[in-house]
């Protein structure tokens, strides 16, 4: 017999061992929304990352999907309406149930609490977290938390505000305390026993509930306040960590040169288009102090990580792919998308050292903006032709010109840019692919988390 054959046995029992070991090592979820990321988001920033041949670290994740965006009427949530929002597909993404626009894990028209993956793991005793570039109150991390009719319901003082634009059925009066609710989407964070929560929102919990100051109530549960980039980069493991780093949502990484952004395109007296004059994406300084979604996302895995053999759930949000689309700022959207790729590849290192993770990475639903003809196309045809809505011309890091449109709102008065009803992206690791279709619904994102880490909604 040769060395080789009498070798084999020992390596095939130790492939079997180190297969065993991965089974027997516990079962994570890091779960990365990018709000608004579609795939026009993604191309506009591999674009200008690293050119038409390049691409993002989360596309060279080994398995891709594509999701569809549902959502239900309020009025009649036995229909369908065809665009969504952040508050109801992150809830769906959280329940696995569809529910209406606005609304925080709760049902449409009925306002049921709807059992969240978060919870469930929480019962399992699993560790949790969230983090976000938004306020922690804002609707996709609060919808893995709590409950509400709807996502305006952020702190106590908005408990007593009427929303002018939402549903009878969707004012926060359900939710006070006075009416036996579980209150604010801020009160109800600081009571969810979550290990580690970072992102903004200073501004509301830095209110009173029932007499208490909110900071009080979050040092009571046991959570570490930061503040501070260095307070985070310092923090030892073991601690419950409430990490509120600015008072709304965190600054954005990029800007454009002089803080330009898309602009409508002007005419002369013949009705001749003058197109913006192209610009580049720099450093927002403003951002300097403020911890990245990276760094955030690395010190979360650490602390849900540390001599934990039970496993843990992690959502991290890049919130403001979203917020800067609909302010019609490419550089804004690039660099934030830049920098939710570059937590999606701290997550992926961290899957390659713990095998047993699954790691996600989709978006809640589209945003405006894509890529257009420059303006050499349009000015060719010698007939006045030229986009609508708001368009600038990007100078990327490869050395070529991008021409971005956004055209869901009419100018001038249109404020704000609006979302689409586009499919959503879904990359996964740490599986098989053998339950991941090739078309899904954000209700089977769900249930592929579930699945993994061998638990079961609680009945509503």
């Known amino acids: 017999m040769s060395r080789l054959s009498r070798a084999a046995p020992f390596f095939l029992s130790l492939v079997a061992a180190l297969a065993l070991a991965d089974k027997q090592s516990p079962a994570n979820i890091i779960l990365f929304i990018g709000d608004g ?5 993604i191309t506009m920033a591999r674009n200008y990352l690293y050119g038409a041949d ?18 239900l009427r309020e009025d009649n949530p ?3 309406r065809y665009v969504a929002d952040s508050a109801n597909t992150a809830s769906t993404l959280a329940t696995g149930q569809l529910t209406s626009i606005g609304r925080i894990a709760t049902s449409a028209a009925t306002d049921q609490d709807q059992s969240t993956i978060l919870e469930a793991a929480q019962k399992a005793g699993l560790r949790t977290g969230l983090v976000s570039t938004a306020s922690l109150t804002d609707a996709t991390p609060a919808a893995f938390a709590t409950h509400t009719a709807h996502r305006n319901c952020q702190s106590p003082t908005d408990m007593t505000k009427a929303i002018g634009y939402a549903a009878a059925t969707q004012q926060c009066l359900a939710d006070q305390h ?16 979550i290990d580690v929560l970072l992102g903004g929102g200073k501004r509301y919990f830095a209110q009173s509930s029932k007499g208490t100051d909110l900071q009080k109530t979050a040092a009571s549960h046991g ?28 600054p954005v990484e990029w800007i454009g040169t002089d803080n330009r952004r898309a602009e409508p395109i002007a005419l002369n007296w013949l009705g001749e288009p003058h197109f913006p ?29 540390a001599d934990n053999s039970k496993g843990f759930f992690l959502m991290v949000e890049g919130a403001s792919i979203d917020k800067q689309a609909h302010r019609r700022n490419p550089c804004g959207e690039i ?49 006045n032709q030229y986009p609508p809505g708001y368009y600038a011309v990007l100078k990327t890091r490869t050395g070529e010109s991008m021409a971005v449109s956004y055209a869901t709102n009419a100018p001038p008065n249109g404020q704000s840019e609006l979302h ?13 692919g053998a339950n991941v279709p090739q078309l899904m619904d954000q209700r089977q994102i769900n249930r592929l988390m579930l699945d993994h880490l061998g638990l079961q909604l609680s009945a509503d």
């Open 54 to 71: 390049g691409s993002l670290f989360m596309e060279q994740m080994p398995l891709r999907s594509s999701a569809r965006v549902q959502t």
């Open 178 to 193: 006075s009416r036996g609710g579980k209150g604010s989407i801020a009160e109800q964070l600081l009571t969810a026993n």
């Open 420 to 432: 689409t009803g586009v499919n959503v992206p879904v990359y996964l690791e740490g599986t098989d």
């Open 223 to 250: 959570y570490t306040l930061l503040s501070r980039r260095r307070e985070l980069l310092e923090t030892n493991p073991n601690r419950k960590l409430l990490g509120l780093f600015s008072p709304s949502h965190l």
């Open 37 to 41: 990321m579609d795939e026009h988001q």
């Open 335 to 383: 660099g934030e998308l830049h920098a939710f790729d570059q937590a999606v590849r701290a997550g992926r290192q961290f899957t390659k050292a713990h095998p047993n993770t699954l790691l996600i990475v989709t978006a809640d639903h589209g945003q405006a903006g894509q890529i257009v003809p420059l303006p050499e196309y349009f000015l060719g045809w010698g007939d």
């Open 78 to 80: 036995q229909q369908f």
């Open 277 to 305: 004059e192209p610009f580049s994406c720099v450093e927002n300084p403003d951002h300097r102090e403020t911890p990245t979604l990276k760094e955030m996302t690395s010190a979360a895995l650490t602390q849900l990580s």
